[in-house]
């Protein structure tokens, strides 16, 4: 049940254990799962900066490591780890002294509030920087790709910056005639036009670069010997080797009239004559292209026949094709020129305005609903009428693809049940809109009402001859489309509408119904159901489970009862009795994702937690030496308490071998079996 959250790795330079300790606090109470180092020297600190770290925050001074010593060993090794600097009191020169030194933040130290804003700023920061140079490299790779495909196309592609060519693949060479790049670098494209065509390509070329998007021209071509020939060129916007420029690809021309039928039918809707959707989506991408780059907006109409499924089966489908090809007439006659009209669907069209505000399209749409309203349109011996359901709206700098605009469009039609209406896109009605249809709120209370979350049961692996099967219970809810909505989104919706002790005895619930009808079969199987924070703080979680269990005739210890550590230590008294609430009635504890806090073995002092769930961070990057220690360290230190212990997220089998001489006791993970429905892992096929 519980979702793996992202924990952040912090370095505190603080002398105190205790001010350390209520930093950590300070992040855990603001939802952020922590992985925590205290510097204690100059070696120590050495040491660490072998590892990967998220954030440092340095206290105003310190006797075992000066801050900006500490600053100074980061900036040395060039690592990217933002620092924020802690100031006795409000000392301006003391901040900007921080600052020179390399720090990204200094603020008085104990304001709380101030430091998790900062913090919070710095790791969205260091997010975006990562993720900037992981775009880096895969641009990269993707431009050797680029190239590669440019020199090895059969169509003729040049790049051309202020009309010069700034580069030409082997094709576009071989088709003028030319011998090497250098022979056209530096110029102009024009002097491989024909001179009777050069006008009609300055004005041409005039008009697109400000206009952009992609075009085309038909003009002639001249070879190097002096040969022409008859070429369509295409123009589209690029960028090469940093720079803006456009991107040119010339097929040439054979005054093929069938070639130039079929090119033509190939964007036509054979029906009506309109566009077709595929030619049509080529427009919309286009525009907006324009939109985002060129700031030209365009509007956009989703129109829909209404009911036409009943016409269809009343007419036929040669009759019903007749009656979206008069339709598609008066279409053409209403709409001006420069709309590009197109037959989207078998009962929809788009007509795609630019330059055109989305108020402009109001009332012309208004006046079509009407017109076809009252249209008697002639079907063979039969009169015909219909009427259509319109969805407008807008693509403007904002819109990121043309997708979305026709799924708003659509939407606004789709949302008009009785037809003949329009309806135009309203971003504030959208959000209202959306709210209503995924509401996880109302989604929660639905699915404890009609039963309809689902549990999922994930087999965690004995690694040292254990003849019990384990499973974890994962719970998920489906939204009404029954696609699953994910866990961290839906679990803290119910913590903070006060639903999560509900949704734990749910899953109790059903978890020890379907416990007992798979024992039946003969299996010795063990669940491990977690508890929110809401239940440790449960004084009647424990009489009820008590109740439950006896009504089941379950042997107690068939359950394990598994909570984070964050929230053992956010309530640690509530923990402590529950666990020895939970012993006393023969079941069993896990404490998971353990090892993130300062000191993470004095929660294990308090409670008598049979199982400890590792962390997922220390399975990640096991590849590396110190990584695979961490984590042998703290398993030796588990183990020497007697706890056995469970590492989650093994997701390829190149980390079993370092698991298995680590001494873990239990698995789990994706390589060996993601959540499923049902109980059905073979756990004998693990002791052959």
């Known amino acids: 049940m519980a979702p793996q959250k992202k924990t952040i790795r912090l ?63 980061i900036r040395k090794q060039a690592k990217d780890i933002p620092v924020i600097q802690l100031i006795d009191g409000n000392d301006s020169d003391a901040i900007t002294e921080s600052l020179a030194q390399g720090a990204q933040a200094a603020l008085p130290q104990g304001e709380d509030e101030w430091l998790i804003l900062v913090a919070n700023r710095e790791l969205e920061n260091l997010e975006e920087r990562r993720a900037r140079r992981s775009a880096e490299l895969a641009l ?82 001249v070879r190097a010997d002096g040969g022409n020939f008859k070429a369509r060129i295409n123009f589209s916007p690029a960028s090469y080797d940093g720079e803006p420029c456009i991107q040119v690809v010339i097929r040439a021309e054979n005054d093929n009239a069938e070639l130039e039928k079929l090119r033509e039918i190939s964007s036509q809707d054979l029906v009506t004559g309109l566009h077709n959707r595929s030619h049509f989506l080529e427009l919309l991408d286009s525009a907006v292209e324009r939109a985002v780059n060129a700031g030209q907006g365009a509007s956009l109409a989703y129109i829909r026949v209404d009911r036409f499924a009943s016409l269809q089966a009343d007419l036929g489908l040669g009759d019903s ?9 008066l279409l053409r006659d209403h709409f001006t020129d ?36 009252g249209h008697l349109f002639d079907i063979g011996a039969r009169t015909v009428q219909t009427s ?16 979305d605009v026709i799924d708003r469009a659509h939407r606004c039609a789709e949302e008009l049940a009785d037809g003949n209406a329009l309806r135009i896109y309203n971003p504030a009605d959208e959000l209202a809109a959306a709210a209503n249809r995924g509401n996880v709120l109302a989604m929660l209370q639905q699915a404890l009402e009609k039963n309809s979350f689902r549990l999922l049961f994930q087999p965690i692996i004995s690694l040292r001859g254990d003849s ?70 449960d004084a009647s979680l424990l009489p009820w489970l008590g109740v439950a ?31 020895n609430g939970l012993a006393g009635l023969g079941c069993r504890s896990a404490l998971s994702q353990f090892g993130c806090v300062l000191n993470p073995f004095n929660t294990l002092k308090h409670l008598s937690a049979d199982f400890v769930k590792i962390d997922g961070s220390y399975t990640q990057d096991l590849s590396r030496q110190e990584n695979q220690e961490a984590l042998r ?14 590492v989650p997220f093994v997701d390829s089998a190149t980390v079993l071998a370092t698991l298995w001489q680590a001494g873990v006791g239990y698995i789990q993970g994706q390589y060996l079996q993601g959540p499923s429905q049902s109980m059905d892992y073979n756990f004998s096929s693990d002791d052959e």
């Open 11 to 73: 370095l505190i330079l603080e002398d105190s254990q205790n001010e350390a300790e209520r930093l950590v606090s300070l992040f855990r109470n603001a939802g952020q799962a922590t992985r925590v180092h205290r510097l204690t020297s100059s070696d120590d600190l050495a040491d660490v900066l072998q590892q990967t770290w998220d954030l440092l925050i340095n206290a105003p001074s310190s006797s075992n490591l000066d801050p900006s010593e500490a600053i100074g060993a």
């Open 338 to 373: 420069q709309a590009q009209l197109a037959r989207f669907g078998d009962d929809a069209f788009a007509v795609l305005m630019p330059e055109a505000k989305i108020q402009q399209l109001e009332q012309p749409l208004t006046e079509l609903l009407r017109k076809v309203e």
């Open 321 to 329: 094709d007749r009656l979206l090809a008069e339709l598609s007439q």
């Open 549 to 579: 269990l006896k009504a089941s005739r379950l042997p107690p210890d068939s359950l394990v009862f598994q909570f984070d550590e964050n929230d053992a230590v956010a309530y640690l008294k509530q923990a402590k009795a529950l666990t």
């Open 140 to 221: 990269r790779e993707a431009e050797k790709r680029c190239q590669l495909l440019l020199e090895s196309s059969v169509d003729a592609i040049a790049y051309v910056h202020d009309g010069m060519h700034i580069y030409a693949n082997r094709a576009y060479l071989e088709l003028f005639g030319y011998e090497d790049v250098d022979e056209l670098e530096g110029m102009p494209m024009i002097d491989l036009i024909a001179s009777c065509d050069q006008g009609d390509f300055k004005g041409f070329l005039k008009t697109y670069q400000t206009q952009q998007g992609s075009a085309e021209l038909i003009c002639g071509g």
């Open 388 to 403: 259509l359901s319109i969805g407008a709206a807008t693509l403007d700098e904002r819109t990121a693809k043309a997708r």
């Open 468 to 537: 019990h099967e384990h499973y974890e219970v994962l719970l998920r809810l489906l939204d009404p489309q029954g696609v699953e909505v994910p866990p961290g989104e839906f679990l803290g919706a119910a913590k903070e509408a006060g639903l999560a002790t509900k949704i734990d005895r749910w899953v109790l619930l059903n978890s020890i119904k379907l416990l007992a009808e798979h024992r039946s079969k003969g299996h010795s199987t063990r669940l491990f159901v977690h508890l929110s924070s809401a239940s440790l703080q």
């Open 633 to 646: 360290q703290l398993l030796a230190d588990l183990h020497g308490q007697g706890k056995q212990t469970i």
